[in-house]
């Protein structure tokens, strides 16, 4: 059974515009929320957390927004640039601090 | 610049045939994970040490063995691959167990088996 689902596959926008990937969870005993970005041949690298006691954690173009009642998160990339264009892992974690993954969505940034 | 190592990036292996993956850290990092990712799935623990404390996940087949010597270095060892072990193979680290943080990726091991 999944616990964290990124239910879009793959997402494609246009250079410039607002990119918002997309997660939810089942596991109401997660408290602490992370986004990988993955190229191609290269591990994960990680974007930005959150902790379940804030609703939002901006770094730079990067937004994560966690809404808990709802189970769900999304992270905000504005503007987007082609370089940001990968593969996007959500992933969470709770009291025993090991990370559950989704499957990912693959982000294109058009020029 | 501290980071994680994986060696090889690619590795090709028999139908049961035992192989290792290496992993080392530069971070000093007291945790250390294995996890399998096969094409388009969530990357999947199989394993972390803690320090010399080594921690199975309870659906990780017992084909899967996993040493760490000392601090800087950890290995996956697969006794006898079949062809589903066919996948990549990611390490990563973490400073310890008892606050949330990220964890660190190296490039991962893609494991091919004839």
């Known amino acids: 059974d999944q616990q964290v689902k990124q239910n879009s596959p793959s997402l494609s926008v246009q250079e410039g515009r607002i990119s918002i990937l997309n997660c939810d969870y089942t596991?109401?005993?997660?408290?602490?929320f992370l986004w990988y970005k993955k190229y191609p041949a290269e591990g994960p690298t990680f974007l930005i957390s959150?902790?379940?006691?804030?609703d939002k954690n901006e770094d730079g173009r990067f937004t994560v927004f966690l809404n808990k009642s709802a189970k769900h998160l999304s992270l905000h990339i504005v503007p987007s640039q082609p370089g940001d264009s990968a593969v996007y892992f959500c992933?969470?974690?709770?009291?025993?601090?090991?990370?559950?993954f989704g499957k990912g969505t693959l982000l294109t940034v058009n020029p | 610049d501290a980071m994680v190592i994986q060696n090889p990036r690619y590795q090709v292996t028999q139908f049961g045939k035992p192989v290792t993956l290496s992993c080392s850290q530069t971070?000093?990092?007291?945790?250390m994970y294995w996890y399998q990712q096969k094409s388009s799935q969530a990357p999947k623990l199989l394993f972390h040490?803690?320090?010399?404390?080594?921690?199975n996940e309870a659906d990780t087949p017992d084909n899967f063995q996993s040493r760490r010597p000392n601090t800087s270095f950890c290995f996956l060892d697969i006794r006898s691959p079949g062809l589903g072990d066919a996948a990549m193979y990611l390490c990563?680290?973490?400073?310890?167990?008892?606050?949330?943080?990220?964890?660190?990726f190296g490039d991962g091991t893609r494991l091919s088996i004839l």
């Open positions: 959150i902790s379940s006691i804030k």
């Open positions: 040490y803690y320090d010399k404390d080594f921690n």
């Open positions: 596991n109401s005993m997660f408290d602490y």
């Open positions: 971070l000093n990092h007291n945790v």
């Open positions: 992933a969470a974690s709770g009291s025993n601090y090991k990370l559950t």
């Open positions: 990563a680290t973490s400073r310890d167990l008892r606050e949330n943080q990220p964890q660190h």
